[in-house]
């Protein structure tokens, strides 16, 4: 068992909670489309996305059916192949670093990945910090869980610190920190 309480899904495949693109959407705007997540699990950032208006590309590693997906690959393939202004996406944790850099190197915009709030640990990642655009840190303080997707898993409290971290291109300076506005009553959505 992990920290999470969860067992680990073979796909690194998580379900963020909707509330969470919801408030990330209402903090980082005027984004230029299609925005890409090419992680789409089943489909929840896109469809939060559309929802407010938001043109996206949606890809993951197989098509679960859940959401129109236009390309099945790997992350590395898919942001290749498309391009896009900006991606918005819950990626596999073992592969963030690795994704932000794939990601920044194939979008003109800004790259927003949800991921837990220590990842800005390491003296690794610090000496990486210094030579990517990170601009800003959108903390949760509110705690989400992130069950395993394809499971009878039900979302309940979470344990572990989350936050959007952006990347924008042509950003110098220090990145700012700020919280995520409670956008939503139904932590469960």
């Known amino acids: 068992?992990?920290?999470?309480?969860?067992?680990?899904?073979?796909?690194?495949?998580?379900?963020?909670?909707?509330?969470?693109?919801?408030?990330l959407l209402s903090v980082e705007r005027q984004f230029i489309g299609p925005v890409m997540d090419p992680c789409c699990g089943g489909g929840n950032i896109p469809r939060q996305m559309e929802d407010q208006g938001v043109s996206t590309v949606s890809a993951d590693v197989c098509d679960r059916g859940m959401w129109p997906?236009?390309?099945?690959?790997?992350f590395r393939s898919t942001i290749l192949a498309v391009g896009p202004n900006s991606i918005i996406s819950n990626p596999p944790y073992g592969e963030a670093r690795e994704f932000i850099d794939c990601a920044l190197a194939h979008t003109a915009d800004r790259v927003c990945v949800l991921l837990r709030?220590?990842?800005?640990?390491?003296?690794?990642?610090?000496?990486?910090?210094a030579t990517v655009p990170l601009a800003r840190v959108w903390v949760?303080?509110?705690?989400?869980?992130?069950?395993?997707?394809?499971?009878?898993?039900?979302?309940?409290?979470g344990a572990i610190a989350y936050a959007w971290f952006v990347f924008e291109h042509g950003w110098s300076g220090r990145p700012v920190v700020g919280f995520l506005p409670d956008v939503a009553k139904d932590v469960a959505a």
């Open 69 to 74: 997906v236009d390309m099945v690959g790997d």
């Open 140 to 157: 949760s303080s509110r705690r989400m869980s992130m069950p395993p997707g394809g499971s009878d898993v039900s979302p309940k409290g």
């Open 117 to 129: 709030l220590a990842f800005l640990e390491g003296i690794g990642r610090r000496d990486w910090f």
């Open 1 to 23: 068992m992990r920290a999470s309480g969860y067992e680990r899904n073979t796909n690194d495949w998580y379900v963020e909670p909707a509330w969470a693109v919801d408030a």
